[in-house]
């Protein structure tokens, strides 16, 4: 059945009857490189400043196979933004539903970790950030909440309890690698304290690629597991290759945030992930920084058997590289196949270059 002539369900029925949601990609880094968002900072003005840029990236991951809208709305609580911060985010609830009602697409509130925990861990004034931008998420009628992006596993309850206080689901994703978070707490305690806290959806989004993230999240799976608590999971990593980050994960890198691009993960790359986390029990798949539109065509073209369908940016994309079939150069011709693209190994093109880094910290 296409998406068109599907009602429009939750995001826990669509979990719960096994249905494949594949979530968005990068706001951040791709607006960034776009000229829209400011590195450093790293907040969502643009959903005021420049609302047709971001319109324009929820529209291309729409075509690609994103069933979610998340909001940009990363670090868009007062301590990041002063006075701005409601306007930001009631544009970015704006924004996001304005797109999600052209397709097969629920709208989430994203909040993330505040600036404040790592030094004050003040716990009532955390959760009035918190509850600020719950508040215009419940104004605007979001289909349902992530608190994304947490190091530590005590803020993120925090965010959880307090989106809590809606009647929308909670799904909430930590920025951790299989070493857990900040203070040492393994990945599967973290998502046994996260559904404790109410949490419907637990998993990973950001600061680790792929493989690592799904690691982690096998490791979540199992911890759950281990304490008789079910929840449904989600994966969203980066769209880079990270095996050489520490703890705290590519921000450590010397190529972050600007020299990223030698580590960006194919197309195919991206396929081979998403069969994975299908194959671990994930049913919610989706990407972080660096995650292109491309990628998220991936994810649904190589979930299209279990989903049904195919995305509209597939109408432009020959599967497995089968439109250079009419190539009129032979050994082009002869890439039009599955196995030349799964068992590529990509030249960098940098001869003096590494092949790995050493972290900074």
């Known amino acids: 059945m296409s998406p068109a002539s599907k009602p429009l369900t939750g995001i826990l029925e669509r979990l719960e009857s096994g249905e494949v949601v594949i979530g968005d990609g990068s706001f951040l880094i791709t607006l960034e490189k776009r000229g829209y968002v400011k590195a450093g900072l790293w907040t969502p003005e643009a959903v005021i400043e420049h609302p047709d840029a971001v319109r324009q990236l929820h529209m291309e991951f729409l075509r690609a196979?994103?069933?979610v809208m998340q909001t940009f709305t990363f670090s868009a609580s007062e301590d990041n933004m002063e006075s701005k911060w409601e306007d930001v985010n009631a544009a970015a609830c704006d924004l996001a539903r304005e797109v999600a009602g052209k397709g097969d697409a629920l709208v989430a509130g994203g909040i993330c970790q505040t600036?404040?925990?790592?030094?004050?861990?003040?716990?009532?004034?955390?959760?009035?950030?918190?509850?600020?931008?719950?508040?215009?998420?419940?104004?605007?009628?979001?289909d349902f909440l992530i608190a994304e992006y947490f190091e530590?596993?005590?803020?993120?309850?925090?965010?959880?309890?307090?989106?809590?206080?809606?009647?929308?689901?909670?799904?909430?994703?930590?920025?951790?690698?299989?070493?857990?978070?900040?203070?040492?707490?393994?990945?599967?305690e973290c998502a046994v304290r996260l559904v404790k806290a109410g949490a419907s959806?637990?998993?990973?989004?950001?600061?680790?690629?792929?493989?690592?993230?799904l690691k982690t999240t096998e490791l979540m799976k199992e911890g759950l597991e281990r304490a008789g608590l079910k929840a449904h999971l989600m994966v969203q990593p980066l769209g880079f290759h990270t095996p050489d980050c520490g703890k705290e994960g590519f921000v450590d890198l010397?190529?972050?945030?600007?020299?990223?691009?030698?580590?960006?993960?194919?197309?195919?790359?991206?396929?081979?992930?998403?069969?994975?986390?299908?194959?671990?029990?994930?049913?919610?798949?989706?990407?972080?920084?660096?995650?292109?539109?491309?990628?998220?065509?991936?994810?649904?073209?190589?979930?299209?058997?279990?989903?049904?369908?195919?995305?509209?940016?597939?109408?432009k994309h020959g599967s497995w590289?089968?439109?250079?079939?009419?190539?009129?150069?032979?050994?082009?011709?002869?890439?039009?196949?599955?196995?030349?693209?799964?068992?590529?190994?990509?030249?960098?093109?940098?001869?003096?270059?590494?092949?790995?880094?050493?972290?900074?910290?």
């Not at 005590?154 to 978070?181: H, N």
């Not at 194959?279 to 989903?307: D, K, Q, S, T």
């Open 254 to 315: 010397p190529e972050y945030p600007f020299g990223l691009e030698s580590r960006v993960a194919t197309r195919w790359d991206i396929q081979k992930y998403a069969r994975e986390a299908y194959n671990l029990g994930v049913r919610y798949i989706g990407g972080c920084c660096g995650f292109e539109p491309y990628h998220i065509r991936a994810i649904a073209e190589e979930l299209a058997p279990e989903r049904g369908f195919l995305p509209p940016a597939s109408e």
């Open 321 to 361: 590289g089968s439109g250079l079939d009419m190539h009129t150069k032979p050994w082009i011709r002869a890439r039009a196949r599955r196995e030349y693209w799964e068992n590529l190994l990509p030249a960098s093109g940098r001869p003096f270059c590494p092949s790995l880094s050493k972290p900074d910290a």
């Open 115 to 142: 600036s404040i925990y790592k030094y004050h861990k003040d716990e009532t004034r955390i959760k009035k950030l918190f509850r600020q931008q719950l508040e215009v998420f419940a104004w605007k009628k979001v």
């Open 201 to 213: 959806i637990v998993g990973v989004n950001c600061r680790f690629g792929p493989e690592t993230s």
């Open 65 to 67: 196979g994103s069933n």
């Open 152 to 188: 530590h596993v005590e803020e993120a309850v925090w965010a959880v309890e307090v989106l809590k206080e809606s009647d929308r689901p909670v799904a909430v994703t930590m920025c951790i690698g299989p070493e857990g978070d900040m203070h040492d707490t393994t990945p599967g």
